[in-house]
């Protein structure tokens, strides 16, 4: 017997990986049997690897992957090994001389009982249930833990009769009694897959049954699995699914190829969902929904994250990535097939808002900061810390712009391309480039700079018209910010979809879209009759900064007069960059708003409460380099809010009443009535109407759903409105009270105390001390972590980079996962203006002896580089 954990050791360096020092496996596993045995003190994992040689692989050992495996027996053919034929380290077992063919069965112990940082198989209350990308394999059992190395996988899993519930991937093939009143599964799936997608459940838990049947005739069986209480929560995810897989077929020509669809919703879970063969994983929060409990966006992303994972059966199981640097590929492609999907459910300019609004306040942010990567990085430390809003969100723009270009026939052609080629297989970001190239008869390699080089490219430029000839004279420039990792960035193909307007009439004189993929350029629109306002990177045709020579009263033409709602919403966006970054008057923004909402909020709800969007005070900062200084931020913010609500002061009243409260219905239509009486709600209480307090009480009151209830009691919450503090200890008391049963809800009760604009770290710490807090659960604490970072001016002092110290400190060997995300909440401390700089500097530093794990210790170093 051995023993493969050893004591962590802090000084021992993370050492660095390139993608340049990819190699092929040596080996392969053509077939896996695992046989899994739960017990109380410990989980008993017998593995047995059919393995073979790969033609032309490097001469090398037989190395197997291991993390914090207690190794009880390996044996080679047959044959026991002695100590002297294989070596045991903390990462890995290397087993000497091993044949080209054989057959390598191991025995090992884990602990899934005492895993807390929610990785590999691990106990979650009364579940037990695995979370294997990217690395979590290894904590299993002993394997090739690589995606590059896909086999077929035959799981029996067996556990006390008190668990009803055993899952595994693929086909159930055999179950029945074991010894000692236990009882057993045998699960088989048939296709290839790497260890990443492998996933097994154990627990007591519901379903809900449904079924499909494929444009190809094969019928599915669709479960879905909770604990008994939430089973009604199910319904809005199932029909998700079912509308999902019609959608793959539709636009994508690819049906389902596993007889059964599972997924499993999970409390304790670090991810949003995991799209494991046949098996998806999902946090409660993303799949459970009802409309006493899920407000509306949760419901929608609710939606867009089945759609999601199940867009990945093609875009990351069937075709996977050939190593993690890879991961991009399928991430950034199944992003943007899931944002596709969601178009069909609400307005498409409103899913382009949301989804470039998060892209800015996320994406341009970690950009802008030390954290700032390609899309396909060429080196990390731990590859959980490349989970990004860069991989995911600008992967997804990359797949846009290339879908954009070659126009939906031309991208279709080559898809099938892809899949055709490359069904089975692990592959790269140039093996995406090459099919959709070959398939669509377009080049588009030369898109492969925007995977590799980091930084959000800016976009500059001015226009000219010339009445005598009649020509309006676009000149355009790309440039993007030197990074030391990445230096000498190319120029990038940047497709600029542009319309030109009439001045006089609003009336659209030319729409074009144009590709600038040089450092400079100029573009002629010829026959135009009078001088135009362009409007340029319409729906956001790359993701790019954009810095046009516009006047602000240009802007607030587009504001009024642009018939696509996104660049509607943009140029409000700017003109509010400009008055809140660049000092201008707030003139013309609060008049253009002023004249379009009324007549917009009768036609369209959903998009007149985005157009009142005012961003965010950390994607404001995000566009400050140095001398940032939140409590001036904050202040310029607040007066400007308060300023557009002071300005329809009149219009409050009626825009609430003509949005009464009726019953709930699941509608793009009824979601924008509910989002749009919210923000009148604030706008009243902001404007200082005396009937804000009542409408929010009553609203509360008769609220017929979560998004009523819980935008009144923010509204009163978040507002120091005169006679609205003890309503509101009132009422936060109460929701506390109605959904004690109900976690994801009580999540909401923690997230609106942290959110609050005037919250102190005082009041913070507090809510970590309240009994319902709890830092096993992820979600929970998230719910006050995610939410107090909104608040640049609480975070921003020593106390609140403190708390975030302690807090990644606490979670450190816990969660370090966690840890290392709830950190990069300080990656643009180098920003802030003296003395605070060096002060939060000083916490970071001490912080350094506290932490070892590999992901926190990436995540510090990062931001302590940057200066
Ligand atoms: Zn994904």
């Not at 495996?69 to 077992?93: A, F, K, T």
């Not at 006047?551 to 008055?579: C, I, K, M, P, S």
């Not at 507090?766 to 096993?776: K, S, V």
Request: proline share 5%; with cysteine; glycine share 4%.
């Amino acid at each position: 017997m051995n023993i493969a954990t050893q004591p962590d050791d802090a000084q021992q360096a993370h050492p660095i990986v390139y993608l340049k020092d990819y190699q092929q496996p040596t080996y392969l596993v053509e077939s896996v049997s695992l046989n899994i045995s739960i017990f109380s003190n410990g989980t008993l994992v017998n593995s047995s690897l059919v393995m073979k040689r790969q033609a032309g692989a490097s001469l090398g050992e037989l190395v197997l992957l291991g993390r914090d495996l207690e190794l009880l027996e390996v044996c080679v053919n047959g044959q026991e090994l002695r100590p002297d034929q294989y070596r045991l380290d903390r990462e890995s077992l290397t087993i000497f001389g091993a044949p080209d063919q054989c057959v390598v069965d191991t025995q090992v112990r884990i602990h899934p009982e005492s895993n807390t940082q929610l990785e590999g198989l691990y106990q979650a209350g009364e579940l037990f249930v695995t979370q294997n990308e990217p690395e979590g394999f290894r904590k299993i059992t002993f394997f090739p833990d690589r995606p590059d190395v896909l086999s077929v996988f035959t799981t029996r899993i067996e556990a006390d009769k008190k668990y009803p519930t055993l899952l595994a991937n693929g086909n159930l093939i055999e179950a029945g009694d074991a010894s000692d009143g236990r009882h057993y599964a045998i699960w088989q799936d048939p296709t290839k897959k790497p260890s990443y997608l492998f996933a097994c459940v154990v627990g007591d838990l519901a379903v809900l049954k449904d079924s499909y049947t494929t444009i190809e005739g094969r019928e599915v069986s669709l479960e879905l699995y909770t604990e008994a209480k939430d089973l009604d929560k199910c319904h809005v995810g199932m029909q998700a699914l079912k509308d999902s897989m019609h959608w793959d077929e539709q636009e994508y020509g690819r049906a389902y190829d596993l007889d059964n669809y599972m997924i499993v919703a999970v409390s304790q879970f670090n991810m949003g969902a995991m799209e494991n063969k046949g098996l998806n994983i999902f946090n409660t929060a993303c799949v459970l929904s009802d409309p006493q409990t899920t407000t509306d966006p949760s419901n929608f992303y609710v939606k867009s994250t089945i759609a999601h994972e199940y867009f990945h059966n093609w875009t990351g199981n069937r075709i996977t990535c050939r190593d993690w640097f890879q991961l991009c590929l399928k991430e950034g492609f199944t992003v943007f097939r899931d944002q596709s999907f969601s178009e069909t459910l609400q307005s498409p300019a409103v899913q382009r808002i949301d989804d470039v609004a998060s892209l800015k306040s996320a994406q341009f942010a970690e950009d802008a900061g030390p954290m700032s990567h390609p899309p396909r990085p060429d080196q990390f430390v731990e590859i959980n810390n490349f989970y990004t809003a860069t991989v995911y969100d600008k992967g997804a723009e990359i797949a846009r712009m290339i879908a954009t270009l070659l126009g939906k026939q031309k991208f279709r052609q080559g898809t099938d391309e892809y899949f055709r080629r490359h069904d089975g297989e692990a592959v790269t970001v140039e093996d995406l480039l090459n099919s959709l190239s070959d398939g669509s008869g377009v080049d588009v390699r030369h898109f492969l700079p925007w995977y590799t080089q980091a930084g959000t490219p800016t976009v500059t430029g001015q226009g000219e018209y010339d009445a005598a000839t009649q020509t309006y004279r676009l000149s355009l420039r790309q440039s993007v910010k030197p990074h030391a990792k990445y230096p000498n960035p190319k120029p990038l193909p940047i497709p600029v979809s542009t319309a030109l307007f009439d001045r006089a009439t609003g009336q659209v004189l030319a729409e074009q879209m144009l590709l600038l993929d040089q450092p400079e350029q100029q573009f002629v629109f010829e026959h135009i009759a009078v001088e135009p306002v362009v409007s340029l990177l319409r729906d956001f045709s790359a993701p790019v900064l954009l810095d046009f020579a516009y006047t602000d009263h240009d802007l607030a033409f587009l504001v009024q007069y642009e018939t696509n709602g996104f660049n509607q919403w943009q140029a409000a966006q700017e003109l509010l960059e400009r008055v809140l970054l660049k000092g201008h008057d707030a003139e013309p923004y609060l008049q253009a708003i002023a004249q379009t909402v009324p007549s917009l909020a009768a036609r369209d709800a959903l998009l007149t409460a985005r157009l009142l969007d005012v961003p965010s005070e950390n994607y404001l900062a995000s566009r400050i380099d140095q001398d940032y200084e939140p409590s001036e931020m904050h202040q310029r913010r607040e007066a400007l809010l308060n300023a557009l609500a002071k300005r329809l002061a009149e219009y409050w009243p009626t825009a609430y009443a003509d949005q009464p409260i009726v019953p709930y219905v699941d509608s793009s239509e009824a979601m924008g009535r509910r989002a749009w009486r919210n923000v009148v709600l604030s706008m009243a209480f902001r404007a200082g109407l005396p009937e804000a307090v009542q409408w929010a009480s009553e609203q509360y009151q008769a609220a017929v759903c979560m998004t009523e209830r819980l935008g009144a009691l923010r509204a009163l919450v978040w507002n120091d409105a005169a006679g609205a503090a003890e309503l509101s200890v009132q009422l936060l008391a109460d929701f506390e009270q109605c959904f004690s049963d109900e976690a994801l809800a009580i999540d909401l009760w923690f997230s609106v105390q942290s959110g609050k604009p005037t919250v102190t770290v005082a009041e913070i710490q507090a809510l970590l001390q309240h009994p319902r807090f709890d830092y096993t659960t992820p979600n929970r604490v998230r719910s006050v972590t995610s939410h107090f970072a909104q608040n640049p001016l609480a975070v921003w002092t020593v106390e609140g980079v403190q708390f975030y110290a302690d807090l990644t400190k606490h979670l450190d060997a816990k969660n370090p996962v966690l840890a290392s995300r709830i950190l990069q909440a300080l990656s643009r401390w180098y920003t802030l203006k003296a003395p605070l700089r060096e002060q939060v500097k000083a916490v970071l530093k001490a912080l350094q002896q506290d932490v070892s794990s590999s992901s926190v210790t990436e995540t510090l170093g990062n931001l302590l580089q940057a200066e």
